[in-house]
């Protein structure tokens, strides 16, 4: 930027699921494994890979289980998250409270309140908002997901250029163009590479291994601080 240009505010908004919280991997299946033990239900190879490749557990239970009572299950889930909750991946509570202090920060989610609530409540205060999109009648990647976000923007005068939604599937980018912000992907999720992002046309600059490499990326921050933000970064790494 040239001297004496004014910065605008920034807005980083955060998917949850295999971007901040490492459920998309054996930490989540064991979850959900332990849940369908727990309700006595049949388990194949087949199952399996439809658990892992699933964006919404509850529409799982509806085509794997059709008979099973999809409440029970759910709330055996959630007792089991709550009882061994997943954890964050590497990094991530560090590199948000470094945001926290430059950046405001938001989360969209496709779980529900409930089964959000009790992760993201791990998180702090760090985030402006959360939106669970598990509650709402659009879900991602439908750009109208986006509606409560951006009224929750109005507030702090911030133009929708300067929004970036930070996810780790396709979905993700899907709903980010069709929403017309910023995007930028982890492959951290373990679903989809950095050539599967590259194969949609995104950018190669705006493919990270994980939320962590946010520190490095100038143009996501507030620049009045990212002299400080990098001597923060290199201290802890």
Same mark, same amino acid.
Not at 64 to 85: C, K, S, V
Not at 109 to 125: F, N
Not at 162 to 179: H, K, P, Q, S
């Given at each position: 930027?040239?001297?004496?240009?004014?910065?605008?505010?920034?807005?980083?908004?955060?998917?949850?699921?295999?971007?901040?919280?490492?459920?998309?991997?054996?930490?989540?299946?064991?979850?959900?494994?332990?849940?369908?033990?727990?309700?006595?239900?049949?388990?194949?190879?087949?199952?399996?890979?439809?658990?892992?490749?699933?964006?919404?557990?509850?529409?799982?239970?509806?085509?794997?289980?059709? @008979?099973?009572?999809?409440?029970?299950?759910?709330?055996?889930? /959630? &007792?089991?998250? %709550? +009882?061994?909750? !997943?954890? =964050?991946?590497?990094?991530?509570?560090?590199?948000?409270?470094?945001?926290?202090?430059?950046?405001?920060?938001?989360?969209?989610?496709?779980?529900?309140?409930?089964?959000?609530?009790?992760?993201?409540?791990?998180?702090?205060?760090?985030?402006?908002?959360?939106?669970?999109?598990?509650?709402?009648?659009?879900?991602?990647?439908?750009?109208?997901?986006?509606?409560?976000?951006?009224?929750?923007?109005?507030?702090?005068?911030?133009?929708?250029? @300067?929004?970036?939604?930070?996810?780790?599937?396709?979905?993700? /980018? &899907?709903?980010? %163009? +069709?929403?017309? !912000?910023? =995007?930028?992907?982890?492959?951290?999720?373990?679903?989809?590479?950095?050539?599967?992002?590259?194969?949609?046309?995104?950018?190669?600059?705006?493919?990270?291994?994980?939320?962590?490499?946010?520190?490095?990326?100038?143009?996501?921050?507030?620049?009045?601080?990212?002299?400080?933000?990098?001597?923060?970064?290199?201290?802890?790494?």
């Amino acid at each position: 930027f040239a001297k004496g240009t004014e910065m605008q505010k920034q807005w980083l908004c955060f998917d949850l699921d295999g971007t901040l919280l490492d459920s998309t991997g054996a930490e989540g299946m064991a979850r959900i494994l332990k849940t369908v033990q727990a309700r006595n239900l049949p388990v194949t190879p087949e199952v399996v890979t439809a658990l892992s490749n699933t964006g919404r557990i509850e529409l799982a239970v509806r085509t794997l289980w059709p @008979n099973e009572d999809e409440r029970e299950f759910m709330r055996t889930w /959630l &007792e089991i998250e %709550r +009882a061994h909750p !997943i954890p =964050f991946f590497p990094g991530t509570l560090e590199t948000l409270e470094s945001l926290y202090r430059y950046s405001i920060l938001g989360i969209i989610t496709q779980r529900d309140r409930k089964s959000a609530q009790q992760q993201v409540e791990r998180l702090g205060s760090w985030f402006a908002f959360v939106i669970y999109l598990g509650d709402e009648e659009f879900k991602k990647p439908d750009p109208r997901a986006m509606d409560e976000a951006l009224e929750s923007y109005k507030w702090s005068g911030v133009k929708r250029k @300067n929004i970036t939604y930070v996810g780790d599937t396709l979905w993700d /980018l &899907e709903f980010a %163009r +069709a929403a017309k !912000i910023n =995007f930028y992907a982890v492959t951290s999720g373990g679903h989809y590479t950095r050539e599967d992002f590259l194969n949609a046309g995104l950018d190669e600059n705006k493919i990270l291994n994980s939320v962590c490499d946010i520190l490095r990326i100038g143009p996501l921050l507030n620049w009045n601080c990212i002299c400080l933000l990098y001597i923060m970064y290199f201290i802890k790494n």
